[in-house]
């Protein structure tokens, strides 16, 4: 049986998220157990900044169909094939989205998680 593979994002301080990568890492190291990949931002900006509603479409897009090539995925998408290009290859930089052996685009992730936590700061 495969490991499935699972994407946490969250949105946490730097250093709390430096906090959080090391419990993790330690945690793995001696459990020896998958804990999934976490990718961090510091604020909704800095998240929205990199995951655009457009690329978030990509995203679900290329989750729905499978791995698929730029331009049949820009059919799909109905959208010009530089700018899905463009988009993969932020998303290909970031991690969230990786090509195929023969090239093709696709979501290694089972699931995507999004972990929010808002709340007033200290009194």
């Known amino acids: 049986m495969t490991q499935r593979r699972i994407a946490t994002i969250h949105i946490r301080k730097a ?3 430096l ?4 419990v993790g890492f330690l945690s793995t190291w001696k459990s020896g157990k998958y804990t999934g990949e976490h990718f ?3 604020s909704p900006a800095a998240l929205f ?3 655009t509603p457009k690329r978030w479409e990509l995203i679900e897009r290329l989750q729905h169909t499978g791995p698929i ?4 995925l820009a059919r799909e998408l109905e959208r010009d094939v530089r700018r899905v290009h463009d988009d ?3 998303m290909i930089e970031y991690g969230l989205v990786e090509k195929t052996p023969d090239g093709k685009l696709c979501v290694p992730f089972d699931e995507i998680r999004a972990d929010f936590v ?3 700061a200290a009194a």
């Open 118 to 120: 808002l709340k007033p």
């Open 49 to 51: 900044r990199i995951l």
């Open 69 to 72: 090539g730029v331009r049949a």
């Open 40 to 42: 961090d931002f510091e």
């Open 15 to 17: 250093s709390d998220g």
């Open 19 to 22: 906090t959080a990568a090391r």
């Open 88 to 90: 993969a290859t932020a």
